[in-house]
């Protein structure tokens, strides 16, 4: 089989150790972490995810080895889908990256209960997902990349938006729900991002 379709076990070592992945890896890690520790963890602490899922969440932790095994499929899928398609300046869109990214996010549930109460794993680890989503596909219409890692407001601006899609669309509360039990790839994802930014 062609090496274009499938990434073969003896070189995914070569390329998750490729400065493309790694380049890729640091700048994911850096935008999750700040993301999670900067707007999210507070947000599962308040009252608007509490009226959101009518559960309150206290002890959560990212899980750094999950989120590395997160980031790292979700390369393996952009790279496998840059060998099949042309993608301008050798980069696939925001959008692509984002829904990468979040259907690995969603897939491995990098958010973890520190005091064993993971029901309500159900419903965070996707928000997240599509929080993580947007905010790489709106990266670069709505914001400065120089301080991609460090702007809070823009991540407290996505995740207000989210909820409110949430709460009054009903395709978002259908793509929320694909999320939770169906798993969806980046593919069917990379069509779902489309929807949700404006």
């Known amino acids: 089989m062609s090496d274009k379709f499938f990434v073969l076990g003896n070189k995914i070592k070569d390329l998750l150790d490729s400065e493309n992945s790694l380049s890729f890896k640091d700048e994911?890690?850096?935008?999750?972490?700040?993301?999670?520790?900067?707007?999210?963890e507070a947000?599962?602490?308040?009252?608007?995810?509490?009226?959101?899922?009518?559960?309150k969440i206290e002890k959560v932790n990212l899980d750094p080895a999950l989120l590395r095994v997160a980031i790292e499929s979700a390369f393996i899928?952009?790279?496998?889908a840059s060998q099949i398609h042309e993608f301008a300046d050798d980069a696939p869109a925001l959008n692509r990256?984002?829904?990468?990214?979040?259907?690995?996010?969603?897939?491995?549930?990098?958010?973890?209960?520190?005091?064993?109460?993971?029901?309500?794993?159900?419903?965070?680890?996707?928000?997240?997902?599509?929080?993580?989503?947007?905010a790489i596909a709106w990266n670069d219409r709505d914001y400065n990349k120089?301080?991609?890692?460090?702007n809070k407001d823009f991540f407290n601006k996505i995740l207000?938006?989210?909820?409110?899609?949430?709460?009054?669309?009903?395709y978002c509360k259908l793509s929320f729900?694909?999320?939770?039990?169906?798993?969806?790839?980046?593919?069917?994802?990379?069509?779902?991002?489309?929807?949700?930014?404006?």
């Open 160 to 170: 207000a938006e989210l909820i409110d899609l949430l709460k009054e669309n009903s």
């Open 97 to 134: 990256k984002g829904a990468a990214v979040m259907s690995w996010l969603n897939r491995i549930k990098p958010i973890q209960s520190i005091d064993g109460d993971n029901d309500v794993f159900l419903f965070v680890n996707p928000i997240f997902a599509l929080l993580i989503g947007m």
């Open 146 to 150: 120089n301080n991609m890692y460090t």
């Open 177 to 198: 729900y694909r999320l939770m039990w169906h798993a969806p790839d980046h593919r069917e994802l990379t069509l779902m991002l489309s929807f949700f930014v404006r």
């Open 77 to 80: 899928d952009l790279y496998r």
């Open 28 to 40: 994911v890690t850096k935008y999750v972490n700040n993301a999670f520790y900067g707007v999210f």
């Open 43 to 55: 947000f599962l602490n308040g009252e608007q995810f509490e009226s959101l899922i009518e559960k």
